[in-house]
T-cell receptor, first 113, second 110 residues
Framework: ETGVTQTPRHLVMGMTNKKSLKCEQH?????MYWYKQSAKKPLELMFV???????ENNSVPSRFSPECPNSSHLFLHLHTLQPEDSALYLC????????????FGAGTRLSVL | EDQVTQSPEALRLQEGESSSLNCSYT??????LFWYRQDPGKGPEFLFT???AGEEKEKERLKATLTKKESFLHITAPKPEDSATYLC???????????FGQGTRLTINP
């Protein structure tokens, strides 16, 4: 148990669906991250939040929409996805942006049909 | 642009056979280098942070070392439970994010 919980663990969706991924951290951290992990590729950073403010957006398509209502919760809203968006989506948190030891959740395995 | 390259891509060892994993990096001033372990179906688990050349850290059968261009993860007398993918990441000074390598998939056969 890392203190970072992601739900759901698995998600299958059609290209026209709208779904959301949820991440909750119980570590009292101030920074949270979304990553995409595809087979045989390095982790790709998608979004960074610090104290509920987005501080980085790595040229992610607008069909991915993050939301950080407070420092413990992070959402990734999905709509009109493509099959190439199928991947493992990982959430992480760190104490501060400058202290970058990141603790990861178990991820959501997303399949887009 | 910061870059991380890990080698080999995959490594298969017999139980008790020691070896090393390599992480080569280029950054504009290193703030920290991180090693993670990832088991199938799970997120990466933090192992070590190294901050300056010459630094070493150990945990059970693992030892991480750092030079100005690369880091090694030495595994001594590994056991099957050490089988996992090992990820290396760097953070450069002034950067807010980690840049990850593609990982080394390690398999220890009994």
């Amino acid at each position: 148990e890392t203190g970072v919980t992601q739900t759901p663990r698995h998600l299958v969706m059609g290209m026209t669906n709208k779904k959301s991924l949820k991440c909750e951290q119980h570590l009292g951290h101030n920074a949270m991250y979304w990553y995409k992990q595809s087979a045989k590729k390095p982790l790709e950073l998608m979004f960074v939040y610090s104290l509920e403010e987005r501080v980085e957006n790595n040229s992610v398509p607008s069909r991915f929409s993050p939301e950080c209502p407070n420092s413990s919760h992070l959402f990734l809203h999905l709509h009109t996805l493509q099959p190439e968006d199928s991947a493992l989506y990982l959430c992480a948190s760190s104490q501060e942006l400058a202290v970058n030891i990141q603790y990861f959740g178990a991820g959501t395995r997303l399949s887009v049909l | 642009e910061d870059q991380v390259t890990q080698s080999p891509e995959a490594l298969r060892l017999q139980e008790g056979e020691s070896s090393s994993l390599n992480c080569s990096y280029t950054v504009s001033g290193l703030r920290g280098l991180f090693w993670y372990r990832q088991d199938p179906g799970k997120g990466p688990e933090f192992l070590f942070t190294l901050y300056s050349a010459g630094e070493e850290k150990e945990k059970e059968r693992l030892k991480a070392t750092l030079t100005k261009k690369e880091s090694f993860l030495h595994i001594t007398a590994p056991k099957p439970e050490d089988s996992a993918t090992y990820l290396c990441a760097v953070q450069s000074r002034g950067a807010q994010k980690l840049v990850f390598g593609q990982g080394t998939r390690l398999t220890i056969n009994p």
